[in-house]
């Protein structure tokens, strides 16, 4: 890994993400590529899927050259992740040819796995060229309120799961973390970049931006139907997690990232967005499907 960026400290969230994803190899081998990793710390214990999503292509990017970066990823969500031990990786070398590379990503704790994924790399080429339009009409990053200041009433644990995150936010119209404002409808805009400068490695960028892919797409879903993160009883859990690389960008400039959810039935919600940077380009496009329970407001 390159050098940390200034401002490194024992407890800096981003000098912990940056450790997270900097995975050891390991001697240990079958017919596949052996990488470790650990967790950041939870407050609840459970392994960010985020955090598995990024190392998971970091472990596929170190066995794939150099000028071949990521440019998609499929993966499901298996089991939940342990945060208090390791993560074992292991990638399969499924094809490599003249332009494009497959690889086999699973991740495993005590011995089970917890997320399989599967990724391609490319040599970037010339070729046709087009993007969507960024949407008009958001306000920028410095109009809107900090996600966190809506948290001062809440349990502490909660403020430790915002105040050690290595990303800050601001949702537009507003976050759903304690009350749903405005009208319920399945779109929102959140903007993010991570708390300060990253090294300068593009690779780096791409798996934190597949980090920050999995903070905030789920909640387009919860919008729609007025449910906040507070919601007593409610249960959500990430299924799957598609994400494509359009163009390189950096993850420390604000990033927007644009949300939508198209359909939710038989408790599973699917919710699909694009992430621009400022000044327009079409970064990358995500979509993921979740499990969805929301108790019976009239028990």
Do not use: C
């Not at 407890?11 to 050891?24: A, G």
């Not at 809440?154 to 995150?165: K, N, V």
């Amino acid at each position: 890994m390159t050098d940390l960026a200034d401002g490194d400290t024992a407890t800096d969230p981003v000098s912990v993400l940056l450790r997270v994803l900097d995975l050891e190899g390991s001697d240990a081998r079958t017919t596949e590529d052996i990488f470790t990793g650990v967790s950041q710390p939870m407050p609840l214990g459970r392994v960010y899927g985020g955090q598995v999503l990024a190392q998971s292509i970091v472990a596929a990017q170190r066995t794939v050259p150099a000028d071949r970066p990521a440019h998609s990823m499929h993966g499901y969500f298996l089991r939940p992740g342990d945060a208090s031990t390791g993560i074992t990786f292991s990638v399969d070398r499924i094809h490599d040819g003249r332009s494009f590379s497959t690889r086999r990503t699973q991740a495993f704790q005590a011995g089970v796995p917890i997320f399989s994924m599967i990724s391609s790399f490319e040599v970037e080429t010339p070729g046709l060229e087009h993007q969507a339009a960024m949407p008009v009409g958001i306000p920028d990053p410095e109009e809107l309120d900090n996600a966190e200041d809506r948290l001062a009433d809440a349990h502490p644990m909660s403020r430790r799961l915002f105040s050690e995150r290595p990303v800050e936010l601001r949702h537009f119209p507003s976050s759903i973390y304690v009350s749903v404002d405005g009208e319920q409808t399945p779109h929102q805009a959140v903007w993010m970049r991570t708390r300060r400068a990253l090294p300068e490695d593009p690779a780096i960028h791409r798996a934190a931006l597949a980090y920050m892919s999995d903070l905030t797409i789920q909640e387009s879903i919860l919008r729609a139907h007025g449910v906040t993160w507070t919601r007593p009883g409610l249960k959500v859990a990430s299924l799957d997690h598609a994400m494509w690389w359009h163009r390189d960008g950096r993850a420390d400039d604000w990033l927007l990232y644009v949300q939508e959810s198209p359909s939710a039935r038989g408790g599973r919600g699917l919710a699909q967005g694009r992430i621009f940077s400022r000044d327009g380009v079409l970064l990358a496009s995500v979509a993921q499907e979740i499990m969805i329970r929301v108790p019976d407001t009239h028990d």
